[in-house]
T-cell receptor, first 112, second 122 residues
Framework: QKEVEQDPGPLSVPEGAIVSLNCTYS??????FMWYRQYSRKGPELLMY????GNKEDGRFTAQVDKSSKYISLFIRDSQPSDSATYLC????????????FGGGTRVLVKP | GAVVSQHPSRVICKSGTSVKIECRSL??????MFWYRQFPKQSLMLMAT?????????EQGVEKDKFLINHASLTLSTLTVTSAHPEDSSFYIC??????????????????FGPGTRLTVL
């Protein structure tokens, strides 16, 4: 079993819809929870990060972490075609060696 | 900002040759750099952690004699794929972490990724 599980998709939504992404994990030592966006043939770009449990909002993006369920989510409101990319969740923590552990990534396609 | 560059962005080589990939932090000093590889439609897999002035720490299953890492300065790390074979064809991505422990440590915002290098071995 992988430490971080993420549905590979693809997830296809119409423009303007809400995109809902999630990851589950098994290592309770993770403290930081991140979402990266990766366009084809490019490096990952950090979108948001959350420390421990809770919600965080940044513009059209909302990240949620539920440590009791070991479940994290990213919501993208008013999705745009430019949001079409692969979204990777990642986690780390001191007790986990401060190394980023990535999920497999979910490919998202926002259709105009 | 915090910009990380990689060179080359794409390289094609013959089987048996060696290829060097450079990772540079352009506007900050990076005590630690990380090297990842990514196969098509798969996630990033950490290969090694590179600390300036010391030997790299390799992840389990990564051959240190095949993937040579040198972190000679606070702004440059290199990955050399020696005697490359077609199965080494992949997307190699580096990331750099800012030197100040208070600013980075486990803090994700302190780690920045390069644009990646696509290696194709014929």
């Amino acid at each position: 079993q992988k430490e971080v599980e993420q549905d590979p998709g693809p997830l296809s939504v119409p423009e303007g819809a809400i995109v809902s992404l999630n990851c589950t994990y098994s290592n309770s030592a993770f403290q930081y929870f991140m979402w990266y966006r990766q366009y084809s043939r490019k490096g990952p770009e950090l979108l948001m990060y959350t420390y421990s449990s809770g919600n965080k909002e940044d513009g059209r993006f909302t990240a949620q972490v539920d440590k009791s369920s070991k479940y994290i989510s990213l919501f993208i409101r008013d999705s745009q075609p430019s949001d079409s990319a692969t979204y990777l969740c990642a986690m780390n923590g001191k007790a986990a060696g401060n190394k980023l552990t990535f999920g497999g990534g979910t490919r998202v396609l926002v259709k105009p | 900002g915090a910009v990380v560059s990689q060179h080359p962005s794409r390289v094609i080589c013959k089987s048996g040759t060696s290829v060097k990939i450079e990772c540079r932090s352009l506007d900050f000093q990076a005590t630690t750099m990380f090297w990842y590889r990514q196969f098509p439609k798969q996630s990033l897999m950490l290969m090694a952690t590179s600390n300036e002035g010391s030997k790299a720490t390799y992840e389990q299953g990564v051959e240190k004699d095949k993937f040579l890492i040198n972190h000679a300065s606070l702004t440059l790390s290199t990955l050399t794929v020696t005697s490359a074979h077609p199965e080494d064809s992949s997307f190699y991505i580096c990331s750099a972490r800012k030197s100040a422990p208070r600013q980075s440590g486990g803090h994700p915002a302190g780690q920045f990724f390069g644009p990646g290098t696509r290696l194709t071995v014929l």
